[in-house]
């Protein structure tokens, strides 16, 4: 089964940085023009909340509000590869970090749109 699979999460002092990329498991994996790939973030404890998306038809960005400035979501359209890079990092981004596809971009916020789902990597800041 084709999957999406995260990477580069671990163990970072606050003030840190680190850069997740997600890419799929096997070569069958297609991300249309109209999809929109999103990070989305759990807690212990915690409702998942979106961190941020990037459609890949025009490369339009977006953030979770009290995210901007400190993350950044790109995209390598030819290796099929999202990356999540996250400066001046903080205890409370302590987070498993999910990588997801949804194929209708206008619903980037709304995580029951997103049908493909990476494992998840773990990210934890200590203070």
């Known amino acids: 089964q084709v999957q999406l699979v995260e990477s580069g999460g671990g163990l970072v002092q606050a003030g840190g940085s680190l850069r997740l990329s997600c890419a799929p498991s096997?070569?069958?994996?297609?991300?249309?023009?109209?999809?929109?790939m999103g990070w989305f973030r759990q807690a212990p404890g915690k409702e998942r909340e979106f961190v941020a998306g990037i459609t890949w038809r025009n490369n339009k960005k977006y953030y979770a509000d009290s995210l901007k400035g400190r993350f950044t979501i790109s995209r390598d359209a030819a290796e099929n590869t999202v990356y999540l890079q996250m400066n001046s990092l903080k205890p409370e981004d302590t987070a498993v970090y999910y990588c997801?596809?949804?194929?209708?971009?206008?619903?980037?916020?709304?995580?029951?749109?997103?049908?493909?789902w990476g494992q998840g990597t773990q990210v934890t800041v200590s203070s």
């Open positions: 096997g070569r069958t994996f297609v991300i249309y023009a109209n999809d929109i």
């Open positions: 997801a596809r949804n194929p209708d971009s206008s619903t980037w916020y709304d995580g029951s749109k997103y049908n493909y």
